[in-house]
């Protein structure tokens, strides 16, 4: 099982230049806030999408039972 240290360094790696505060009561489920500059120009939904893909295929709703997510540029 991940930890939230686990997430936020997943999301900095992925998203350069993103900074991440994850945080859990449980270790299942994750909530981020994410500011980062590939934000600018992107829907909500994109800037979502953009997260989520840097999960695998079944993580989500799996080890990750659930990641609530807020995006925001600097």
Same mark, same amino acid.
């Given at each position: 099982? =991940?930890s939230a $240290?686990e +997430?936020?360094?997943? +999301?900095? %790696?992925?998203? =350069? !230049? @993103? &900074?991440a505060e994850?945080q %859990? $009561? $449980?270790?299942?489920? /994750? &909530? @981020?806030?994410i500011?980062a500059? @590939? /934000?600018?120009?992107? &829907?909500?939904?994109?800037?979502?999408?953009l997260?989520?893909d840097? /999960? !695998? *295929? !079944? *993580?989500?709703?799996?080890p990750i039972?659930a990641? &609530?997510i807020?995006? *925001?540029?600097p």
């Amino acid at each position: 099982m =991940p930890s939230a $240290d686990e +997430i936020r360094q997943r +999301i900095e %790696t992925g998203i =350069p !230049g @993103a &900074s991440a505060e994850v945080q %859990t $009561d $449980d270790e299942v489920h /994750f &909530s @981020a806030r994410i500011t980062a500059e @590939a /934000f600018a120009g992107l &829907s909500r939904v994109q800037q979502h999408r953009l997260v989520y893909d840097l /999960f !695998g *295929e !079944g *993580e989500l709703g799996g080890p990750i039972h659930a990641l &609530s997510i807020k995006t *925001e540029t600097p």
